[in-house]
């Protein structure tokens, strides 16, 4: 896939949801310190983004493909309580339940449905999981079906692969149809400051109607 090395190729270049649960089941032990060691910065951008424009005690949040739990442990320094985290691997959900920080967590496909009710979350927060080989652009409507009206979806995407997935043009279905509205996009920048030089990111919110 364009732009990253053999580092992310390992994940990026996986074919399927097994695949994918076994390249991270794999890379688990040591994601966090391969990743914070590369300069990686979108879960505490993610935060930031996510405190902008979710108030405390709004209510339940989901951490969708949460990981090791680098986005729901920032979001709990912040204040942050109630999130809901899930995840496709077994090994990385170990780790993101030592953290403490999550109410609940369950092994989760994001091709599949939420098994979660409409409109039950405050906000729902995906990052780092809709890269190539990753979540499918479907995961999008059941994000906006479980979060409430006027309840925010932050996200990242990869800019580099963004329109040659199809992402680019599901989000803009979203809009379209008019289930939710984009209230701030990031610029576009390197989510790795030490390495991946050709990868690049941008945040997303959308607000649910």
């Not at 505490?44 to 951490?63: E, Q, T």
């Not at 920080?101 to 091709?111: I, K, P, S, T």
């Not at 479980?146 to 990869?158: D, Y």
């Amino acid at each position: 896939m364009s732009g990253e090395t053999e580092a992310l190729g390992h994940v990026y270049d996986v074919d399927g949801s097994e695949a994918a649960q076994n390249a991270y089941n794999d890379w688990a032990a040591s994601y966090d310190a391969d990743n914070v060691g590369k300069g990686y910065r979108i879960p505490w951008l993610a935060a930031a983004f996510f405190a902008r424009h979710v108030p405390l005690g709004s209510g339940p949040i989901l951490d969708a493909g949460c990981g090791t739990g680098l986005v729901g442990e920032a979001l709990s320094i912040l204040g942050y309580d109630n999130v809901v985290g899930a995840d496709l691997s077994p090994k990385m959900l170990k780790l993101a339940s030592a953290l403490g920080v999550y109410e609940r967590h369950y092994m989760h496909d994001l091709a599949e449905p939420l098994p979660e009710t409409d409109d039950y979350f405050a906000a729902v927060a995906c990052i780092g999981s809709l890269g190539p080989g990753h979540a499918p652009a479907s995961c999008l409507a059941e994000f906006i079906r479980v979060t409430s009206p006027g309840g925010k979806v932050i996200l990242n995407v990869r800019h580099d692969t963004y329109e040659k997935q199809g992402l680019k043009a599901v989000v803009e279905s979203h809009k379209t149809s008019k289930q939710w509205m984009q209230v701030e996009a990031s610029p576009v920048f390197r989510p790795f400051l030490l390495a991946e030089p050709n990868v690049t990111a941008q945040l997303q919110v959308y607000e649910v109607l």
